[in-house]
């Protein structure tokens, strides 16, 4: 069984776990040390994987930390638990002082469903106060189980994980404030769009009265790249088959929302790095909002139905065939960049 599914299966045994744990230590026992185990560390060795690991800080003698990956004796990630049920939010200081005394390039804080890994991109030797990498055994996707592969004991090498560890460090930051921004401009974020187009003073009140016309900028702008190819799309209806001439007559019916809007702008930015984007149309149903292929109802990309009570992403596979998926927010959307990539790929190579 390849690596991915098996930490899905793992991740689907330790959620039904969870709620039976009453403890730190059957965290431990149930939840951490088979997720290192998954990782192809023998936790059975306490020359490779060693509990209770001695890391004096500053004055205080004896200090422990819960296990460390040892090689040559060495400590190489230093791991500190706190019980499924607790929030990590404060513990980090913990291991923080453990870091600084320990040639351990790497440490994990975890409680079995999320795990944060830190190192020392900042300042040597000093563990970063924000961990390059998080996993939440919730919420797992393709993109962070293929980061988590880098600490499989066959593929573990320090120095590659360090140089990897800015570009995922900062490229989660940005995604995070990007889809911050897509949900509420930032003050300081309206201040740098309109230090280049409004010349009076920036006043709160100025701010407060532009950043929802930011925000509608931010849907439009891909959307104006759409109306320049009208022309050419209203000569193609010709060629339309019956449902496309079905959900044209029915068009002036539809309202197109924001928040579809905002959903085609998001799908965009995904396809940006490998799609020429004015081949990226909607087109708005009375059933759902469409994302195609040069504006071809044959060549769908994806649909969206955000009008009910829990929101759908349906995406379709090679022949077509819708998966539907549930979504709590349009932001959601970015857990499945592999599969729509996927399917506007397979229009883009034709």
């Known amino acids: 069984m390849e690596f991915t599914e ?161 570009e995922l460090k900062y490229s989660g930051l940005i995604k995070e404030w990007i889809k911050k921004q897509l949900e509420d401009i930032s003050d300081d974020f309206a201040k740098v769009i309109l230090s280049d187009v409004y010349y009076g003073v920036k006043t709160q009140k100025i701010l407060d009265k532009f950043k929802p016309i930011i925000k509608k900028s931010f849907n439009s702008y891909i959307n104006d790249l759409v109306t320049q190819k009208i022309s050419s799309a209203l000569d193609s209806t010709t060629k339309a088959d019956d449902t496309e001439v079905e959900e044209i007559t029915h068009a002036s019916k539809i309202v197109t929302t924001e928040e579809e809007l905002q959903a085609f702008n998001i799908v965009c930015a995904i396809l940006s790095e490998c799609i020429d984007l004015t081949k990226i149309h909607y087109r708005d149903t009375e059933s759902y909002f469409g994302i195609l292929y040069d504006n071809n109802n044959r060549k769908p990309i994806c649909r969206l139905n955000l009008d009910t009570k829990r929101k759908q992403l349906m995406i379709p596979d090679a022949s077509k065939s819708f998966s539907r998926i549930y979504i709590e927010s349009i932001t959601d959307i970015f857990k499945y960049k592999k599969e729509i990539i996927e399917s506007a790929k397979r229009y883009d190579a034709s």
């Open 6 to 166: 098996e930490i899905k299966q793992f991740s689907r045994r330790i959620l039904e776990l969870s709620s039976s744990i009453t403890n730190e230590e059957a965290t431990k026992m149930s939840m951490i040390v088979p997720f290192f185990q998954l990782l192809g560390y023998d936790v059975f060795n306490p020359g490779e994987f060693c509990p209770e690991f001695t890391s004096d800080v500053g004055i205080k003698k004896g200090e422990k930390v819960d296990y460390a990956i040892l090689s040559n004796g060495k400590p190489e990630i230093l791991i500190e638990c706190k019980w499924c049920g607790d929030s990590l939010t404060k513990h980090d200081s913990q291991l923080f002082r453990y870091f600084g005394v320990s040639p351990a390039r790497f440490a994990i804080l975890t409680n079995g469903i999320s795990y944060k890994f830190y190192t020392d991109l900042e300042e040597s030797n000093k563990m970063d106060l924000t961990p390059f990498l998080e996993i939440d055994m919730r919420k797992l996707s393709d993109a962070s189980i293929n980061a988590l592969k880098i600490f499989k004991k066959e593929d573990f090498d320090k120095d590659s994980i360090f140089s990897a560890a800015s």
